[in-house]
């Protein structure tokens, strides 16, 4: 193993660089019934009494107020699906990386037998963030946290004003950082110069 400024890196045979599968990723997130979401988000202003009862409004400035904070929480919605799927992309991604690595016997030694998804998988995230991949904003952990908090992305219904506002970026954060602390020391990291791949935007 090499060891550089700090960081473990796997010692691979040889000198060629291994091309790894696409990433396949959508990069607007795939929500159905935007006007169903917007109501929905309407609801939660409405039962969570996001507007301050002190402020005196007029009926119209008061609707135009709950609509504002409606369509503000469908933003933050958006962006927390939009996340969601990187993460299920990647995800996607690192099995198909593990067939790769699989098929080559120069590889196939890398990676341990554990039941997936084992936190050792985080180098694959890693390798993500070293090859410099464009995310477009998307934060790459950040993403497979969600993913590994969330089978399946939650209904705007599901979630409070505080989540979409304040938790669901620490939530991401946190999982991410606990799933990966529980690989066995030493975590090494792999090579980004030994491998290539390219990132495909399935969106149409």
């Not at 796997?10 to 291994?18: A, K, N, S, T, V």
């Not at 962006?79 to 992309?89: A, P, T």
């Not at 089978?151 to 999982?175: C, E, M």
């Amino acid at each position: 193993m090499d060891i550089i400024g700090g960081r473990t890196y796997l010692e691979i045979p040889g000198d060629r660089q291994h091309e790894l599968p696409p990433l396949l990723v959508h990069s607007s997130p795939q929500i159905q019934r935007l006007d169903k979401i917007v109501e929905m988000a309407e609801s939660i202003v409405e039962s969570e009494d996001m507007l301050p009862a002190q402020l005196a409004y007029d009926a119209i400035t008061t609707q135009q107020r709950k609509l504002d904070l409606a369509l503000h929480l469908v933003e933050q919605y958006k962006r927390l699906i939009l996340h969601w799927q990187w993460g299920d992309d990647i995800l996607e991604w690192i099995r198909q990386c593990e067939i790769t690595f699989e098929s080559r016997p120069e590889l196939r030694h890398l990676l341990r037998s554990d039941v997936w998804p084992h936190a050792g998988r985080s180098s694959f995230v890693r390798l993500l963030e070293d090859k410099s991949v464009p995310t477009e904003g998307v934060q790459v952990e950040k993403a497979v946290g969600l993913r590994l908090t969330f089978r399946q992305p939650p209904p705007i219904s599901f979630l409070s004003n505080q989540f979409l506002f304040y938790l669901k970026d620490t939530v991401g954060d946190s999982a991410y950082q606990t799933w990966a602390s529980k690989h066995p020391e030493p975590v090494s990291s792999l090579p980004p110069e030994r491998f290539t791949l390219q990132v495909v935007n399935m969106t149409m």
